[in-house]
């Protein structure tokens, strides 16, 4: 209770406080003459720089000096400022920020000085100079997973790189290699200047993707708006089977009863890459396709099609290419699908066309690849008629794999694929074949990589 009264108490003496004071104070009389003496930058200066005047400041009148102000002014709009405290005449260095900003032109800016003594006597002067937007050389693209790709300027303003092979859905920022700028954004969309987060990037290419960026009006690319090919499939009769078009590089919602994709379903990534948001490309050639989801085995089996008809080798490497082999070889897993040197699009695999005349197959050992006795054959169809051999055939394949090679008939069968002696294939390697026929059928080369 007595701490309340002293609080009131003190709080009814404040306006006999203010009064006195009032009563009191006199304003100075401004007295004086200030003065500065100071030269506009000769050249223009950078966008992102800073700039430097030199000012000699005096009061004729002979009364102290108290502050030096300078303001940067855009149009009118200040944006930089700075106080120098100046106790006596002199010499004083003006460092004031250029600002770098979307859409600015190259033009002039002014600098506003003033000059105040002790007394509050005050002299203002306007200095103008031109500014200019910096053209980098250094500009980079910065990848979500930190890889950099120089930029190079195509236009004025306008940077580009190009990223080799990448998802349809990736993100990054930009920024120069001294981090002196650096433009990202904080919600996908808008890239700002100083913000270090990812812009977001959908690109309807497969292959090489060309990223640019406008560092005058902060847009940037690809920003592709891509369609949809909704992919729904059931446990039906009607409903496991899918025919129709695809376009490589197609967005593809594959979901089972309007859901999406449960993770342990096998969706094959020969055929699709699944995106960032959840969505699948389509990685063949476009073309006319069949998918079957098999329930049974939580998997997809996918061929090429020719109108109705499972598809076949062209005479010019066009088409399909399938593999037939032993209990070892086969999609999902050896294992599942355990039919030695069955025929039929149940049993055999159709290649990827990831080029025209280029197929591919991803086999996992331990999976899709048992990891002792490899035994099974090209076929230009999933029937007996068109094989690949290595020699005495129309259709001939040789590779220079150090895993894997092609019989000619002594030792092996003639164009089966086998495993070389002193190699040994251990569970959970995975090796990317790729056969390409692009020099003719009968120089078909099969290419072997380790992923």
Not at 232 to 251: C, E, L, M, N
Request: net charge negative.
């Amino acid at each position: 209770m007595k701490h309340i009264k002293y609080y009131i108490m003190a709080l009814l003496a404040l306006p006999l406080m203010a009064s006195c004071g009032d009563d009191d104070y006199s304003a100075p009389t401004p007295a004086g003459n200030p003065v500065m003496s100071c030269t506009a930058p000769a050249t223009a200066v950078w966008m992102g720089d800073e700039v430097e005047v030199k000012v000699n400041c005096k009061d004729e009148g002979g009364v102290a000096l108290s502050t030096l102000k300078a303001n940067l002014l855009f149009s009118g709009q200040s944006v930089d400022e700075t106080t120098i405290r100046t106790k006596e005449a002199g010499e004083y260095t003006v460092k004031l920020k250029v600002l770098y900003a979307q859409n600015v032109p190259d033009g002039k800016v002014d600098i506003q000085l003033t000059l105040q003594n002790v007394s509050t006597k005050s002299n203002t002067e306007t200095l103008s100079f031109d500014i200019k937007r910096p053209h980098f050389n250094n500009l980079q693209f910065v990848s979500a997973d930190g890889v950099k790709y120089d930029m190079t300027e195509k236009s004025d303003f306008v940077y580009q790189a190009v990223l080799p092979s990448s998802k349809k859905t990736f993100k990054g920022y930009f920024a120069t290699k001294d981090g002196k700028f650096v433009f990202g954004s904080s919600t996908g969309k808008d890239i700002s200047l100083g913000e270090t987060g990812n812009f977001n990037f959908t690109s309807g290419n497969m292959s090489d993707v060309v990223v640019t960026f406008d560092a005058k009006n902060y847009t940037a690319g690809p920003t592709d708006v891509l369609p949809v090919t909704v992919l729904d499939f059931a446990d039906s009769d009607a409903g496991k089977t899918w025919v129709g078009d695809i376009k490589q590089g197609a967005t593809c919602n594959l979901t089972i009863n309007g859901n999406n994709l449960p993770d342990d379903w096998y969706y094959d990534s020969d055929w699709f890459q699944k995106e960032d948001d959840g969505s699948y490309t389509f990685k063949a050639i476009t073309g006319r396709y069949t998918i079957l989801a098999d329930f049974t085995h939580k998997s997809f089996r996918i061929w090429t099609m020719n109108g109705s008809e499972p598809m076949s080798l062209n005479g010019d490497g066009t088409g399909a290419l399938w593999i037939i082999g032993n209990e070892g070889v086969n999609k999902p897993t050896w294992d599942a699908v355990n039919h030695g040197w069955w025929t039929g699009v149940d049993s055999d695999v159709c290649l990827t066309p990831i080029k025209d005349k280029v197929y591919q197959v991803t086999l996992t050992v331990g999976k899709q690849l048992r990891a002792t006795d490899v035994n099974f054959k090209f076929f230009g169809q999933a029937n007996w008629g068109i094989e690949f051999k290595g020699k005495d055939n129309s259709h001939l394949i040789s590779t220079e794999s150090e895993v894997f090679g092609i019989g000619d008939g002594n030792g092996h069968d003639n164009g089966n694929v086998y495993l070389k002696d002193g190699v040994e294939l251990k569970d959970g390697e995975t090796y990317v074949l790729t056969v390409d026929l692009t020099a003719g059928v009968d120089k078909a080369v099969l290419k072997v990589e380790k992923k």
